[in-house]
């Protein structure tokens, strides 16, 4: 098995990215300066930041570093005070501080501290793109504090008093007159929090700050955006660098979330095409404020993902000693043949005779597996993981269950199809079940497949998928799967038929949020005006885990009538793989708590797509529903 967790350890060859980091945020002329590593979920943006973390600790002299995680900080109150105290916490733990210093390190931390406690206030300072949609002209609690920092540093006790003398018998209306900030006192804050925190890096013997920001696209919208909008406002001054890793198509969703309401608050109900382009406009030019420097990480090449299997099988077999030979191998080979595969014929030559032994146990499955992974897993780090890990799970419940004609190379093809188009793992169990496990549709498919005859597989067999290019390459990898009884691979894989492997991944926040929406949506127009806008945005992954949650959510409550109507409206859009997801829910739930009153809708949706009807061999013969279906 293998662990899941960011590694400084440079297996995929990244150390390319790390350095090209490392020296940006080093180059004191291009200071102050904010840096976003973007990729996916999964495509190593924490390994390259703990590896910039590692280059920066010979310099621990004249740079300070902060590894900042913004998931762990998600149930903090405030998240730009909780990225603020971090970094003057950092900056408290150095040694030899002046007394000047150590003064504005206090000073600092208590007009956070008071900031917090009079109406969490940070929460609503936001860049000045964003402010016209906040404040008021009132004079309030933030305007007394800027103006008495300094008197708060040196006697809190005495300020708490203050504040409470003019809290405590104030009624509603000038409770929030006190609380209500303007933009003008806003502002005087920022400028006063930089200004001081600009005089600490200075009274220090730090030439650079170097904030590390990482796992900002698991927080939730509103986290993302007050972690960015705190560097942006208060921390973003002379000798700062900040890193920021995220998935862009998450920030880009926190910054839709937290603001479109307000973007189009003031627009007329018909002006969607309107609202729509100043939205993506005013989304843009924000996050081009945020990050000055976007770096987007690649997807791994087809040799890249071979020599990253290779390099975690030796890492599972070999000594510490013999992998650091590996590794020091693999480094050397990059720098010189930075295309090609580092495979088993460069290793085995610096093994000795046992390493081999061990390392050669499982060379026939690197062999079986590169290829496959290499073509259905489209380079990403974590899902590769987490194949393997999976694969080794099943394989080892293959031993146990003593499974003699089992083939690991069947194993990973199939579950290859169970994590790239599960709708389509799920069609291919339904035929094996009827056919002792060797389905002649599947038969079919490869031969078609293998004479290139599209048009024939697209008329023979839904869905579409099926005629898609990585499925006919699939159907074309070998082994070949025809004449091959599939049960005891199903039977492995049982688990997992009302999901997937990614399904046990962490969703990502914007398919979590669509999910919401979906679900809570306020009328069947509504719903495919969201499906319309949002659902084609998603990858093929986040498709399926869309569907992964709809279908989880439909059991548990078989009798929301909404989730259904989810699922009806993705059908007659053929949405890929709605129908046959929606399938597997009906037979697995009590036929008598769905709404009878749904077999209208289905009846409609016939209509537009007529495949829905595949419904009635679903539904039981005796309930209200399958009645009703059954004289259609």
């Given at each position: 098995?293998?662990?899941?967790?960011?590694?400084?350890?440079?297996?995929?060859?990244?150390?390319?990215?790390?350095?090209?980091?490392?020296?940006?945020?080093?180059?004191?002329?291009?200071?102050?300066?904010?840096?976003?590593?973007?990729?996916?979920?999964?495509?190593?943006?924490?390994?390259?930041?703990?590896?910039?973390?590692?280059?920066l600790k010979p310099h621990q002299e004249d740079t300070l570093c902060l590894y900042f995680n913004g998931w762990i900080f998600e149930g903090y109150d405030d998240a730009k005070a909780a990225l603020l105290q971090s970094v003057l916490e950092a900056f408290k733990q150095r040694t030899n501080l002046a007394p000047k210093a150590i003064q504005k390190i206090k000073k600092l931390f208590a007009s956070i501290h008071w900031m917090r406690i009079t109406g969490l206030a940070f929460k609503n300072i936001v860049l000045p793109a964003a402010s016209a949609y906040f404040g008021g002209p009132d004079m309030g609690m933030l305007s007394w504090l800027a103006q008495?920092?300094?008197?708060?540093?040196?006697?809190?006790?005495?300020?708490?008093?203050?504040?409470?003398?003019?809290?405590?018998?104030?009624?509603?209306?000038?409770?929030?007159?006190?609380?209500?900030?303007?933009?003008?006192?806003?502002?005087?804050?920022?400028?006063?929090?930089?200004?001081?925190?600009?005089?600490?890096?200075?009274?220090?013997?730090?030439?650079?700050?170097?904030?590390?920001?990482?796992?900002?696209?698991?927080?939730?919208?509103?986290?993302?955006?007050?972690?960015?909008?705190?560097?942006?406002?208060?921390?973003?001054?002379?000798?700062?660098?900040?890193?920021?890793?995220?998935?862009?198509?998450?920030?880009?969703?926190?910054?839709?979330?937290?603001?479109?309401?307000?973007?189009?608050?003031?627009?007329?109900?018909?002006?969607?095409?309107?609202?729509?382009?100043?939205?993506?406009?005013?989304?843009?030019?924000?996050?081009?404020?945020?990050?000055?420097?976007?770096?987007?990480?690649?997807?791994?090449?087809?040799?890249?993902?071979?020599?990253?299997?290779?390099?975690?099988?030796?890492?599972?077999?070999?000594?510490?000693?013999?992998?650091?030979?590996?590794?020091?191998?693999?480094?050397?080979?990059?720098?010189?043949?930075?295309?090609?595969?580092?495979?088993?014929?460069?290793?085995?030559?610096?093994?000795?005779?046992?390493?081999?032994?061990?390392?050669?146990?499982?060379?026939?499955?690197?062999?079986?597996?590169?290829?496959?992974?290499?073509?259905?897993?489209?380079?990403?780090?974590?899902?590769?993981?987490?194949?393997?890990?999976?694969?080794?799970?099943?394989?080892?419940?293959?031993?146990?269950?003593?499974?003699?004609?089992?083939?690991?190379?069947?194993?990973?093809?199939?579950?290859?199809?169970?994590?790239?188009?599960?709708?389509?793992?799920?069609?291919?169990?339904?035929?094996?079940?009827?056919?002792?496990?060797?389905p002649k549709e599947l038969a079919e498919l490869e031969r078609l497949a293998q004479a290139n005859d599209l048009d024939a597989i697209r008329q023979g067999y839904k869905p579409a998928e099926w005629s898609s290019g990585g499925v006919v390459e699939w159907l074309n990898m070998e082994p070949k799967l025809a004449d091959v009884d599939l049960r005891d691979y199903f039977w492995l894989s049982r688990d997992q038929l009302l999901g997937s492997i990614s399904g046990s991944s962490l969703i990502p926040q914007h398919v979590k949020a669509l999910f919401s929406e979906l679900i809570q949506h306020g009328s069947d127009s509504l719903l495919n005006q969201t499906?319309?806008?949002?659902?084609?945005?998603?990858?093929?992954?986040?498709?399926?885990?869309?569907?992964?949650?709809?279908?989880?959510?439909?059991?548990?409550?078989?009798?929301?009538?909404?989730?259904?109507?989810?699922?009806?409206?993705?059908?007659?859009?053929?949405?890929?793989?709605?129908?046959?997801?929606?399938?597997?829910?009906?037979?697995?739930?009590?036929?008598?708590?769905?709404?009878?009153?749904?077999?209208?809708?289905?009846?409609?949706?016939?209509?537009?797509?007529?495949?829905?009807?595949?419904?009635?061999?679903?539904?039981?013969?005796?309930?209200?529903?399958?009645?009703?279906?059954?004289?259609?």
């Open positions: 098995m293998w662990s899941d967790n960011e590694a400084t350890l440079d297996q995929l060859g990244f150390k390319t990215h790390a350095d090209l980091v490392y020296q940006l945020v080093m180059d004191d002329t291009l200071l102050p300066v904010t840096i976003g590593v973007f990729g996916d979920w999964g495509s190593g943006k924490s390994s390259i930041m703990r590896m910039v973390e590692q280059d008495h920092q300094t008197d708060i540093a040196k006697n809190p006790k005495v300020a708490l008093k203050q504040v409470v003398d003019q809290l405590k018998d104030a009624d509603d209306d000038k409770l929030a007159s006190l609380l209500k900030d303007s933009e003008e006192e806003k502002a005087m804050l920022v400028r006063e929090f930089r200004q001081d925190f600009q005089e600490l890096i200075e009274q220090t013997d730090i030439k650079r700050l170097i904030v590390l920001i990482d796992d900002l696209d698991r927080c939730s919208p509103e986290r993302l955006i007050e972690n960015l909008e705190a560097i942006k406002l208060f921390l973003n001054v002379p000798r700062t660098a900040f890193v920021v890793s995220a998935d862009p198509r998450i920030v880009q969703h926190a910054l839709e979330f937290r603001y479109k309401s307000r973007l189009t608050a003031d627009e007329p109900m018909e002006a969607d095409d309107k609202t729509e382009r100043l939205s993506k406009r005013f989304v843009k030019d924000y996050l081009e404020k945020l990050i000055q420097i976007p770096y987007n990480l690649p997807k791994l090449s087809d040799q890249e993902v071979e020599t990253y299997l290779t390099l975690l099988f030796c890492q599972k077999h070999l000594s510490k000693d013999a992998y650091g030979r590996v590794m020091n191998q693999f480094t050397e080979f990059r720098s010189q043949h930075r295309y090609q595969v580092f495979g088993l014929t460069e290793i085995l030559p610096i093994l000795n005779a046992a390493e081999q032994a061990a390392l050669n146990q499982d060379a026939r499955l690197i062999v079986a597996l590169a290829p496959l992974i290499t073509r259905g897993l489209k380079g990403n780090p974590r899902q590769i993981k987490r194949f393997l890990n999976s694969f080794t799970l099943r394989s080892k419940l293959a031993n146990v269950a003593r499974m003699s004609s089992f083939r690991v190379e069947i194993l990973a093809k199939l579950m290859i199809l169970e994590y790239s188009e599960l709708g389509l793992f799920r069609a291919l169990y339904e035929w094996q079940v009827t056919q002792q496990g060797e499906i319309d806008k949002k659902y084609n945005q998603l990858s093929e992954t986040e498709g399926t885990e869309l569907l992964k949650l709809l279908e989880k959510e439909l059991i548990k409550r078989p009798g929301g009538e909404k989730v259904h109507k989810v699922f009806f409206a993705l059908i007659a859009k053929n949405i890929p793989h709605a129908l046959l997801g929606y399938k597997a829910v009906i037979a697995r739930i009590d036929h008598n708590e769905i709404p009878f009153v749904l077999h209208t809708n289905i009846k409609i949706i016939a209509r537009i797509n007529p495949a829905i009807m595949e419904l009635k061999n679903v539904f039981k013969a005796d309930s209200r529903i399958g009645k009703a279906l059954g004289k259609q």
